[in-house]
């Protein structure tokens, strides 16, 4: 569980000292170093789909899992339920949006924004995941350098009420990581490995997303995180033999 206690308290210091030192941080400074988050994102990316086992599995979840998602409207329903998120969080440590500069519906849309990244992201699903089925917690780690900085980015603008975010996402992490531990059992390296790999994908679109290279609807392709693993036994018990 180390990864999932550095991440969330790398976003609680990421608030606070964003919110300390926001006067300091200038537009050119945040905007080129989310450039290099998502240089870091896609290269996590890239070193978990070497480790890919059954490529058409694979290939078979990301396009299921992702039409899955857009046809249940998926990436609509995370907003709304950051949105849901945003109301007592305000409420708890006001509104902060005339401080900041910003309209009312700016604030709310980068405060929901800030919800759906630190609590929903692919990073974030894939690591817990892979956390509690691998003991893993190498990707975790790894966002936790990148969200620090991320949250104290978002803390320019929504000030500590970034911090509060945490307490949600602690609640989701949790969820995923004991989730994934009743999983393990009933997998094998093979589909661990392709799960991985599906996981790469999702890093490598979140980095595209970040670096605004292109927007991939990355919370429509969480379902083929869900898919990967029995279509990669699937493959391996029905297919294989077949062939």
Same mark, same amino acid.
């Given at each position: ?11 609680? =210091? #990421? ?16 905007? $080129?170093? /989310?450039?290099? =988050?998502?240089?870091?994102?896609m290269g996590m ?19 299921? %899992? ?8 998926? #990436? ?10 945003? *109301? ?5 440590? !006001? ?5 900041? !500069?910003?309209?009312? $519906? $700016? ?14 992201? #692919?990073? !974030? ?6 956390a509690g089925m691998? #003991? ?11 969200? @620090? ?7 320019? /603008?929504? !000030? ?12 989701? =992490?949790?969820? @995923? ?18 799960? *991985?790999?599906?996981? %790469? =994908? @999702? ?41």
């Amino acid at each position: 569980m180390i990864g999932m206690i550095v991440n969330v308290a790398a976003v609680v =210091f #990421g608030g606070i000292l964003g919110t300390l030192f926001s006067q300091r941080l200038s537009t050119r400074f945040t905007t $080129e170093l /989310n450039k290099v =988050f998502g240089v870091c994102a896609m290269g996590m990316g890239i070193s978990s789909i070497p480790l890919m086992e059954n490529m058409p599995a694979v290939i078979l979840a990301m396009v299921l %899992g992702t039409a899955l998602g857009l046809a249940c409207h998926l #990436g609509e329903w995370i907003s709304r339920g950051g949105a849901l998120m945003e *109301k007592p969080i305000s409420r708890l440590l !006001g509104d902060r949006s005339a401080d900041s !500069g910003l309209s009312r $519906e $700016e604030y709310l849309s980068l405060l929901v924004t800030a919800i759906v990244l630190f609590c929903s992201s #692919g990073t !974030g699903i894939y690591g817990c995941l892979d956390a509690g089925m691998t #003991g893993n917690a190498t990707v975790l780690l790894s966002k936790s350098v990148l969200d @620090l900085f991320t949250a104290m980015v978002f803390a320019c /603008n929504l !000030g500590a009420v970034t911090s509060l975010v945490a307490v949600p996402q602690l609640a989701i =992490f949790l969820t @995923l990581f004991f989730t994934a531990k009743a999983i393990y059992p009933l997998t094998t390296p093979a589909m661990i490995d392709d799960f *991985k790999a599906c996981g %790469g =994908f @999702l890093l490598i679109a979140t980095g595209c997303r970040i670096a605004k290279i292109q927007d991939f609807p990355v919370a429509d392709m969480i379902p083929a995180m869900v898919l990967v693993m029995p279509l990669s036994a699937l493959w391996v018990n029905w297919v294989i033999p077949m062939l």
